[in-house]
T-cell receptor
Framework: AQSVSQHNHHVILSEAASLELGCNYS??????LFWYVQYPGQHLQLLLK??????LVKGIKGFEAEFIKSKFSFNLRKPSVQWSDTAEYFC????????????FGSGTRLSIRP | DAGITQSPRHKVTETGTPVTLRCHQT?????MYWYRQDPGHGLRLIHY???????DKGEVSDGYSVSRSKTEDFLLTLESATSSQTSVYFC??????????????FGPGTRLLVL
């Protein structure tokens, strides 16, 4: 069965610090990978996705993620965070063979000190 | 945001009462989903639908039923609400974005409190 692990439950950074949020998944086949963001009181919004091709994916708001197949990882990065990045971030995966079902990680809460 | 609305947006109910949440989409997507979001658990799939009258269970389906009589509407029913069903409920649709692959987009959520 597929699973997704986000080991950082809560990350606190100062503005302008660099960000890296970890995401590891378990599945032996071909996968699609996603990062979603949920700002306080809002619904989930897609940040970026990986289906195939270049393993370095650029998303909205300056975020990027790198798919490292050998490590089953899809870490989210941003070189310089802003206070407005305060949110919860969810990694998600689905198998190419089961495109209708997505498995979500438990989320990482990011707090940015102004 | 993919034309998804949910109603009601907030509901307070009592244990043992039935509750129905509605998800409405305007873009004729085939797949629709109901998730619940709880602290420390991320989003967990309750039920999903792959067409009118075609539904299947997710990982946390106990105590919930769904119906889809029209493409645009996906209803989630709690037959007899319990306090453990206090949660935020999100509806989602799956839209094709690249080749045969699809991406899920979410509605605004319904906050349910069962007293």
């Amino acid at each position: 069965a597929q699973s997704v692990s986000q080991h950082n439950h809560h990350v606190i950074l100062s503005e302008a610090a660099s960000l890296e949020l970890g995401c590891n998944y378990s599945y032996g086949g071909t996968v699609n990978l996603f990062w979603y963001v949920q700002y306080p009181g809002q619904h989930l919004q897609l940040l970026l996705k990986y289906f195939s091709g270049d393993p370095l994916v650029k998303g909205i708001k300056g975020f990027e993620a790198e798919f490292i197949k050998s490590k089953f990882s899809f870490n989210l990065r941003k070189p310089s965070v802003q206070w407005s990045d305060t949110a919860e971030y969810f990694c998600a995966v689905n198998a190419h063979s089961s495109a209708s079902k997505i498995i979500f990680g438990s989320g990482t809460r990011l707090s940015i000190r102004p | 945001d993919a034309g998804i609305t949910q109603s009601p947006r907030h509901k307070v109910t009592e244990t043992g009462t039935p509750v129905t949440l509605r998800c409405h989409q305007t873009e004729n997507h085939r797949y629709m989903y109901w998730y619940r979001q709880d602290p420390g658990h991320g989003l967990r799939l309750i039920h999903y639908s792959y067409g009118v009258k075609d539904t299947d269970k997710g990982e946390v389906s106990d105590g919930y039923s769904v119906s889809r009589s029209k493409t645009e509407d996906f209803l989630l029913t709690l037959e007899s609400a319990t306090s453990s069903q206090t949660s935020v409920y999100f509806c989602a649709i799956s839209a094709p974005t690249s080749g045969n692959q699809e991406t899920q987009y979410f509605g605004p959520g319904t906050r349910l409190l069962v007293l």
